[in-house]
């Protein structure tokens, strides 16, 4: 029977409208700026057409017995994990004419779960962890069939799935939430706090220069602190967030990250490090390179890697003392 308040064909054009308004935005934790104007039409209207489906199927289920705001919070999770999935689908280069068929496989598996789990009174909160957690099965299952058709392959795959717009959105709203909290904070700050400011600082050093020397200086760090650093980097303002005391005293502490000559005797250089990587046990080294970026994994494992063809001098030079100082720790 149709359902009381519940105008699904206004509903799909709203959230569509709001997912536009979110991809218009700059530097939206949202949407990544790399979208084309072609991938945001092309979201904004998978987004209207998969809410207004299961808008209309809610509506006229004549043994369905749902409320209008169980009907737009079933509708509302497909437009919200059409909007995320399109935006991970679009910057894993998923082939165009896989996307809808990947999009419909969610859209469903999300449309059946939330319908079966409100009849069976679940909790909203559990609902939510629910369909997060069908989705990756989903999405995951979906690209698989990809590499299983050729169409990717296994480095393809890996990319792909480790790709989510919903994480980065969360990580850069709680860092802007860390900077937000460290203004207030700033007279005490604690370890962790002092780790952001660290690499907040380093944002504004990077936003300063070329972009090449910002892939160098990038590569040489943990890629977990990277995801931080380039958050900031798109922060609009960050220089007004932080006491600029605070961040000369920052800059001072991080110099080592930061090369202070091109002189580089990198022959020289690769002997100490290889030399001293032949000390260290392959279970210390693996420990080591577990969390890098591929580049670096490779040159703390295979003593073949072209390192000198790969880093910049001054980058190698910091890379190097970077792995030791790490080693050390262990």
């Known amino acids: 029977m149709p359902i009381e308040g519940f ?6 054009v709203d959230l569509a409208n709001q997912a536009m308004e979110i991809l218009k935005q700059k530097d939206s ?8 104007d ?15 489906m299961s808008g209309e199927a809610l509506f006229n289920d004549p043994q369905l017995k749902f409320n209008a705001e169980q009907a737009s919070l079933v509708t509302q999770f497909i437009g919200e ?8 689908l679009i910057r894993s280069n998923v082939p165009i004419k896989n996307r809808d068929p990947i999009l419909q496989a969610i859209a469903g598996n999300i449309f059946n779960t939330a319908k079966l789990a409100i009849i069976k009174n679940m909790p909203q909160e559990a609902l939510i962890s629910l ?46 939430e860390n900077l937000n909290n460290l203004q207030q904070n700033a007279a005490a700050p604690k370890n962790q706090d002092k780790k952001v400011l660290k690499l907040a600082s380093l944002a504004i050093l990077l936003k300063r220069l070329p ?11 943990d890629k977990n602190d990277v995801v931080h650093v380039e958050n900031y980097m798109k922060m609009s303002n960050l220089e007004d967030k932080i006491d600029h005391d605070v961040i000369i005293k ?18 020289k250089l690769l002997q100490r490090h290889y030399k001293f990587i ?6 210390i080294l693996s420990k080591a390179a577990c969390n890098e970026r591929e580049t670096v994994r490779d040159f703390i494992l295979d003593n073949k890697f072209p390192a000198a063809e790969t880093f910049s001098p001054y980058v190698l030079q910091s890379l190097v003392k970077s792995i030791e100082e790490k080693i050390n720790d262990n």
Not at 29 to 36: F, G, I, V, Y
Not at 41 to 50: E, S
Not at 81 to 88: E, P, R, Y
Not at 211 to 221: D, T
């Open 7 to 12: 105008d699904y064909k206004a509903f799909a």
């Open 29 to 36: 934790n949202a949407a990544p700026d790399s979208l084309t």
């Open 38 to 52: 072609e991938d945001r039409k092309t979201i904004v209207d998978t987004v209207r057409k998969f809410c207004f």
């Open 81 to 88: 994990w059409t909007f995320h999935k399109s935006i991970d």
């Open 131 to 176: 369909i997060e957690e069908k989705v990756k099965k989903i999405y995951n299952d979906e690209i698989q069939k990809l590499v299983k058709q050729g169409l990717f392959s296994q480095k393809e795959y890996e990319k792909a799935v480790n790709t989510s717009n919903l994480n980065d959105m969360v990580q850069k709203t709680r860092d802007e």
């Open 211 to 221: 972009e090449e020397k910002v892939s160098q200086i990038l590569s040489v760090l």
């Open 250 to 267: 920052s800059l001072e502490e991080i110099k080592k990250i930061i090369p202070q000559s091109d002189t580089v005797n990198v022959e």
């Open 278 to 283: 032949k000390t260290v046990s392959p279970e």
